[in-house]
């Protein structure tokens, strides 16, 4: 796979459909990472995390059991974060406005920011505390545990089920790349999160299970109350790898450093420009990316010489030179103008990620 696709869907730049590779095709099939499949992700997460919920709570009454009752505050706490996360992936499909000139698509930043936050002071929280209050001042003899475990069998189908499909479509986005580089370059964290939170469920979901069976058949109660101080402490561990993976977008991460020294190349290239004297990128949001930059301008390519041989001539001839050097001064500050206009066309042609572009003349 090529320099170019290898950039694709990431904190980095796109490739124009069908240009500067043989594969570049393929983008207009795989669609952009902020596409449909995020939203499928977290939709299924949601109903099935919904559905998880109710019957966790309900294998918790008929058990007393502390880990099922850590399951259910985690699920919970899943369908609700979610549900943010929905709020961002909408709130952030919003294009330019008065009140927004450069858009809200970072705001799904915003939102899984506020999902993790809920995740730890609901999930870790809540979770831990019932684990300690059930080890050391509860009895914790349970009930109905058989009912439990077949509650987190079905769970743990629904959960694994939408761990798959979080795994396909992350897969999907990564494009080749090994799977330890996906977790810094994604400029989309909202499918990892999903996936990570589905990853965390399942996982929860055997420990809770591996909890229900020292209590029923070896009376291990105290157990049981552990291993709900341990999903509690996942629960943490997930909400802190959350916040800092959309905290850094937040903070205005840049692209990545091959993916500039693309776009520094492509810009020296250029017969017009002579120095880039200043190359900055700040990404907005999934497949946004902002662009400043200064660069000195090569004199020839500003120069209408047969323009300039005319304009002589007619200051030989003419009576008023000051119309001359005026309309002279005129035509290349239009020059200047049509340079920088035709530039940043090449720019958004060759990068569709560059969405705005600040550029200075310097010198």
Request: hydrophobic share 45%.
């Amino acid at each position: 796979m090529d320099q170019q696709l290898h950039l694709a869907g990431k904190t980095g730049l796109r490739p124009p459909n069908g240009a500067g590779s043989p594969h570049a095709g393929e983008e207009g099939r795989r669609g952009r990472v902020s596409g449909g499949g995020t939203t499928r992700v977290v939709l299924v997460a949601i109903l099935a995390n919904g559905a998880i919920t109710i019957a966790k709570f309900i294998g918790w009454l008929f058990s007393g059991s502390p880990s099922m009752m850590a399951e259910a505050i985690h699920s919970l706490a899943d369908t609700a974060n979610q549900a943010l996360l929905m709020v961002g992936i909408r709130q952030g499909n919003r294009g330019p406005s008065a009140a927004y000139n450069y858009g809200t698509s970072n705001a799904r930043y915003l939102w899984n920011l506020i999902s993790a936050m809920g995740i730890f002071f609901i999930g870790f929280g809540v979770t831990t505390y019932h684990g300690v209050h059930s080890l050391f001042l509860e009895a914790g003899e349970g009930g109905y545990n058989g009912l439990a475990a077949l509650i987190l069998l079905f769970a743990l189908l629904l959960e694994g089920s939408s761990l798959l499909l979080a795994i396909k479509e992350v897969n999907r986005q990564r494009e080749g790349r090994p799977w330890r580089r996906i977790w810094k370059d994604a400029d989309d964290p909202t499918s990892l999160g999903v996936l990570f939170e589905d990853a965390v469920a399942v996982l929860g979901i055997l420990l809770a299970l591996l909890g229900l069976g020292a209590s029923s058949y070896l009376g291990w109660a105290w157990f049981d109350s552990m291993v709900s101080i341990v999903i509690g402490i996942l629960l943490g561990l997930m909400a802190l790898f959350l916040a800092r993976l959309n905290g850094r977008l937040l903070l205005g991460k840049a692209v990545l450093p091959a993916d500039e020294t693309e776009l520094r190349s492509f810009l020296e290239s250029r017969p017009e420009v002579q120095k880039i004297a200043s190359l900055k990128t700040v990404v907005l949001g999934p497949d946004r990316v902002r662009l400043s930059v200064e660069i000195e301008f090569d004199p020839s390519a500003l120069i209408d010489r047969e323009a300039l041989r005319h304009d002589a001539k007619e200051l030989e001839h003419s009576p008023s030179k000051e119309e001359v050097l005026f309309a002279c001064s005129a035509r290349m500050v239009r020059i200047v103008g049509r340079v920088i206009n035709e530039l940043e066309r090449a720019i958004q042609e060759r990068f569709p990620d560059i969405v705005e572009i600040d550029l200075e003349v310097d010198g």
